[in-house]
């Protein structure tokens, strides 16, 4: 549990995982690889972070809320697995960040996300990447990241 251990002395507590306000589930494993579901800025079951990058939200608040899609995306990886030891490597995050038309800066909002698993997993945190910025996400979440894991099989 040398992972968990981490994200705790990073002063970092790892929520339970976010209920799905749909129909689907938070993870699916298929082999090694770990499709971890898109996951919004949800902090004690309340979505925190809504509204445009560029409009009502600014760039700092919109990666405060991609940091926190990542934490989720770590606790849905986490209910799966048990062990967050088990994941091998961080292969491609597709992020959404909902924004106004004229904002430039998806790629800086992510980059929060990739940052934040880069320094959890190590060299096994680096990965591919989609940012795509979009006129509108569900409930009007600021930002949605979906992940896939490269995981020990079970």
């Not at 749909?22 to 979505?47: E, R, T, W």
């Amino acid at each position: 549990m040398k992972i968990e251990q981490k994200i705790k002395d990073m002063g970092i507590e790892l929520p339970k995982a976010p209920k799905p306000a749909a129909m689907y589930i938070p993870a699916k494993q298929l082999g090694n690889a770990l499709f971890i579901s898109g996951q919004i800025p949800i902090v004690d079951g309340k979505l925190v972070y809504v509204g445009k990058a560029g409009g009502e939200r600014t760039l700092e608040e919109a990666q405060e809320a991609a940091r926190i899609c990542a934490i989720n995306i770590i606790a849905a990886a986490k209910e799966h697995l048990v062990d967050l030891d088990n994941v091998r490597n961080v292969v491609k995050l597709q992020a959404f960040v909902n924004s106004t038309a004229n904002f430039d800066q998806a790629h800086l909002v992510v980059n929060t996300a990739s940052e934040l698993l880069y320094t959890i997993f190590g060299e096994a945190g680096r990965h591919a990447r989609t940012a795509v910025s979009t006129n509108m996400l569900p409930m009007n979440a600021t930002v949605e990241i979906e992940a896939i894991f490269e995981v020990n099989q079970n």
